[in-house]
């Protein structure tokens, strides 16, 4: 990890010291262990603060609209095919952008660590090949790194970017798809077993839009829940009804649009399960029309297209 | 005086009988104050609840009258929790930021009721921290891991039972009344070894920051300190001191109720004037509003830091945007500082 | 303990439309008894929440004075949720109104001063409520000249035009009005606020400027006050920032420590001067 964080320094200095580009975004060490922070380098010094590591776990696609002149970005798989989806989507301009290209096999999950340690406070981690040494006030444990992972990047099979103008370190083996057992499992429950969940899981919401805002596909002017002419949805959160309708519209928005990246789930300070949510139109999107966001410059996005071929299962009740 | 351990079920389900009683539960990975119905509900294994206690007294969501409106009238029907309450385990952090939030609801022209009712009908039983975690910086902001403001009872956990340290007049009779022993000599030694044996080792220095937030308002500093910032709600929204509201109409034609909803400086919307204008443009605008909020206005208001160190943004914000690392920001800040 | 939010039930007798455009109405309500009206002793300048039950709350000034008792106006335009189902509402049906909040225009500091009234499109509301209040018989001794600059953009946007009429008459009252541009039949002045406050104002020797309008035409009036020789706490301004609770709670209508709806909406100049611009 060290080395590739190496190499991203030298090539952030080299962009920024020659003026290809006026801002290379990336991560520094942040203020916990375990914690990589989205930072902002805009001279080859502040270069020398970026870090790669097993805790770049911020989707840094979020950070690159709207951004005047020439950008880098330091981009693991995920980050690449939200960009992707972006510059499909018109919001960036892929002239202006720079990637540098990271391979990824995976960020840590911080509460799968803390469970390791039950009470005790995560102090610090410690890398050692494909495992990691967990520090607790009073205990340490060692785990490997693989059990760790958050769920999204076990299910990720885009580790390599799809897309980059420059590559840190080696592409890594190719990895087979996920399957879908969470949501298929939860498709087959009843529709009162699924209320049930959708009750209990949408109870905790506090609505503060941490899911969305982390989302870079999120990025409407006015989203539908702060509009009030008319006035979509209920702002009281006391209504477990509303919190739903919030998720569901925004997860439907993201058809053919998430690229499942676990953002939104990562950024939820209530523990929310989004992604069983988010990855249910993946899943769907993928089935109907072979289709996944993000993951190549050439094909237009699946709800942008049409063909007689495009399968209409959902428009009939048999 | 004392109470072992495993007393405290039997004590709750007194208090039950009587108040309606919140603890620390067990709500996943975290836990929550809850409204409990039996002593053995409550978990003070965690540091600190994932929301803090200032739910209980301005909730999420709260119904202020309900109303119904004819050809001849309004009739409108005030809806006050007027019901005795007694909060079990609460940390000093929390119940501090509920005298400084007093300031806010009652101030020097207004008296917020449905805060105060509560307020006024309710005891704080707290628990000090015997291990302040990381991110706890409660010291350096006029607090303590044992600090009694805005308790009446303070209990201190030393092994099998909790000293039990009476703060009011309030937490004196609520002692009296459940017959609590006396504490023997070695029981207070004991406690005091605990309080002592406490440490905050996170200090965030403070000293000068508020001359500098006096006069930095338009200096270069808060164009990089926003930057990683989402404009998200969770650090507001998890904050203790944090108490900005919306007020809405939950109602069908005519016929509802007013509900006021927690609601946070970091939205766009928070300020948007009718006209399209708006006075916090971006992100920059409106990260320097919460820190200025806390760490100015709140001073010079009410001449208190609106934070009581809990941490819960720290360990909470999305991207890291650690307070703590902000407030260093702002102190070292110069007028030219550029990049 | 009185509940400052609990709306007192009033009921609107007039729905006017007071602009040619349509999106300026003036709405009378009444006190549905005379405890209520007790209930409710407001002064020039201060505002209101207004609620349409089911529909929510917005703050309004006051365009009536407290020297016209029985009733409340409030001149709104339409552009929010609650504005809306105002302009909709009809004639007998019930209003909430919570108030009065804020401070008020400074009338016993103006007391032996000249006093010039500037205002610019349907701010000019409180700025009525003044100017009635001043030129009440038993008030108007108490104040030298009244000048009122008052500008819109053409004369059908003009508020109160009936009264205007009146005051171009009244000998106790110096009315300049003013539109943007040039249209047949109109014989007042023709130029924007900033350029004819320069022209018509009073010397600001012993006088007080109070100011409502849009914000691009107070940011070029200031300049001009400040030239004429109006000291920043001789220059009074009614901030309008978006507002909820109305009772310094909610949080969102702060300039730096200030509370717009508590520690204002009137401030001099000289007290913005001492606070960032986030107005």
Redesign the interface.
């Known amino acids: 990890m060290s080395k590739l964080a190496e190499q991203i320094k030298g090539a952030a200095k080299k962009l920024l010291a020659e003026q290809k580009v006026n801002l290379v975004v990336g991560f520094t060490e942040g203020s916990l262990p375990l914690r990589g922070t989205p930072f902002f380098a805009r001279t080859p010094e502040e270069a020398d603060q970026l870090t790669w590591n097993l805790d770049c776990e911020n989707n840094l696609a979020n950070y690159l609209r709207k951004k005047p002149g020439k950008v880098a970005v330091v981009a693991k798989g995920c980050d690449v095919r939200s960009i992707v989806a972006l510059i499909k989507e018109n919001q960036l301009n892929r002239d202006n952008l720079y990637i540098i290209g990271v391979p990824c096999s995976g960020m840590i999950d911080r509460k799968k660590v803390t469970d390791l340690l039950g009470s005790q406070e995560v102090l610090a981690i410690e890398e050692n090949g494909d495992t990691v040494v967990i520090k607790g006030s009073n205990s340490s444990v060692t785990a490997k790194i693989a059990d760790l992972l958050h769920n999204s990047c076990g299910d990720c099979s885009y580790g390599n970017p799809v897309v980059y103008d420059e590559l840190i370190g080696e592409l890594l083996p190719k990895k087979e798809a996920a399957d879908f057992n969470e949501i298929k499992e939860f498709e087959a429950k009843t529709t009162a077993e699924r209320r049930a969940f959708m009750n209990s899981e949408f109870s905790k919401c506090i609505r503060c839009y941490a899911c969305r805002n982390a989302c870079p596909m999120c990025y409407c002017e006015e989203c539908f829940v702060d509009c009030n002419q008319p006035e979509w949805i209920g702002k009281s959160a006391y209504n477990v009804e509303d919190n739903i309708l919030f998720q569901v519209v925004r997860v439907f928005h993201l058809a053919g649009r998430c690229v499942d990246c676990g953002a939104c789930e990562r950024a939820c300070p209530m523990g929310i399960n989004l992604r069983l949510l988010t990855r249910k139109p993946v899943k769907d999107v993928k089935e109907l029309f072979n289709a996944e966001a993000g993951v190549n410059l050439e094909d237009k996005p699946a709800l942008a297209t049409f063909t007689n071929d495009d399968s209409e299962a959902f428009l009939l009740k048999e | 005086m004392i109470i072992s351990k495993k007393d405290i079920p039997g004590f709750l389900d007194k208090l039950i009988s009587e108040y309606q009683v919140f603890a620390p539960v067990q709500e996943g990975s975290f836990t929550l104050f809850k409204p409990i119905s039996s002593g053995t509900d409550v978990d003070l294994t965690a540091a600190n609840t994932k929301l803090p206690a200032k739910e209980i007294f301005f909730p999420q969501s709260e119904k202020l009258f309900s109303y119904n409106v004819t050809e001849e009238g309004a009739k409108v029907e005030e809806t006050l929790d007027e019901q005795k309450k007694v909060i079990f385990g609460v940390r000093p952090c929390d119940a501090r930021s509920l005298v400084l939030l007093d300031n806010v609801f009652d101030n020097d022209k207004f008296q917020d009721p449905y805060y105060l009712t509560k307020r006024a009908n309710t005891i704080m039983i707290g628990i000090g921290c015997n291990t302040p975690l990381s991110t706890c910086f409660c010291t350096s902001v006029n607090g303590s891991p044992f600090d009694t403001k805005g308790l009446d009872l303070l209990l201190v956990d030393t092994g099998d039972a909790y000293v039990v340290e009476v703060i009011s007049d309030k937490g004196k009779a609520l002692a009296e009344q459940a017959s609590l022993a006396a504490a023997a000599d070695a029981d207070k030694i004991a406690a005091a070894k605990v309080k002592e044996a406490a440490t905050v080792t996170c200090q965030v220095n403070i000293d000068g920051l508020k001359d500098k937030l006096d006069v930095n308002f338009y200096w270069p500093i808060w164009d990089k300190i926003h930057e990683k910032c989402l404009g998200c709600g969770a650090c507001t929204y998890l904050c203790p001191t944090c108490h900005c509201f919306d007020i809405v109409d939950d109602a069908k034609d005519c016929n509802g109720c007013r509900v006021r909803n927690w609601d946070s400086c970091a939205f766009p919307i928070f300020t948007l004037h009718g006209s399209g204008h708006n006075p916090r443009t971006s992100n920059k605008e409106r990260y320097r509003q919460r820190i200025m909020h806390k760490f100015k206005y709140f001073v010079d208001n009410f001449n208190e830091i609106a934070c009581v160190g809990c941490g819960r943004c720290i360990n909470n914000c999305p991207v890291n945007l650690d307070i703590r690392v902000v407030l260093e920001d702002v102190r070292g800040s110069e007028a030219r500082l550029d990049s | ?7 007192l ?1 009033m009921k609107l007798v007039k729905n006017f439309t007071e602009t040619e455009d349509k999106l300026i109405h003036t709405f009378t309500l009444q006190f ?1 008894s005379e405890e209520d009206e007790k209930s409710f002793p407001y002064m020039p300048g201060q505002f209101a929440e207004l ?1 349409v ?6 703050p309004f000034g006051m365009a009536s004075s407290p020297t016209e008792p029985g009733f409340l106006k409030f001149s709104i ?1 339409k ?3 609650v ?2 189902a105002l302009h909709l509402m009809e004639e ?1 049906n ?1 209003v ?1 109104v919570r108030g009065p909040l804020g401070n008020y225009y400074p009338v016993d500091e103006l007391k032996g001063k000249n006093v010039v009234i500037i205002g610019g499109g349907f701010a000019f509301t409180t700025l009525r409520s003044l100017a009635t209040y001043m030129l009440q018989p038993e008030h108007r001794g108490d104040y030298g000249d009244i000048t009122v600059i008052y500008g819109a953009r053409n004369p059908g946007l003009l508020l109160y035009k009936e009264e205007l009429a009146a005051w171009d008459q009244n000998p106790n009252i110096n009315l300049v009005t003013t539109i943007d541009s040039a249209v047949d039949g109109w014989n007042g002045r023709v130029g924007f606020i900033p350029s004819v406050t320069e022209e018509v104002a009073p010397s600001s020797e012993n006088t007080y400027a109070i100011v409502c309008g ?2 691009v035409m107070i940011k070029f009036t200031i300049p001009v006050l400040e030239k004429l020789g109006f000291p920043a706490n001789r220059i009074i301004m009614s901030l ?3 507002m ?2 109305g ?11 200030k509370y717009v709806c ?1 520690d204002g909406p009137v401030f001099t100049r000289a007290q913005l001067n001492e606070l ?1 611009g ?2």
């Open positions: 303990m009185k509940n400052p939010y609990l709306p039930p549905l609620c039950f089911g529909k929510g709350e917005a335009a552009v929010g949720v504005s809306t007998g019930m909430g849009p914000p309008e920032n978006r909820k609770c009772i310094g709670m909610c949080g969102r209508c702060n300039v730096g420590g508590k960032p986030e107005y």
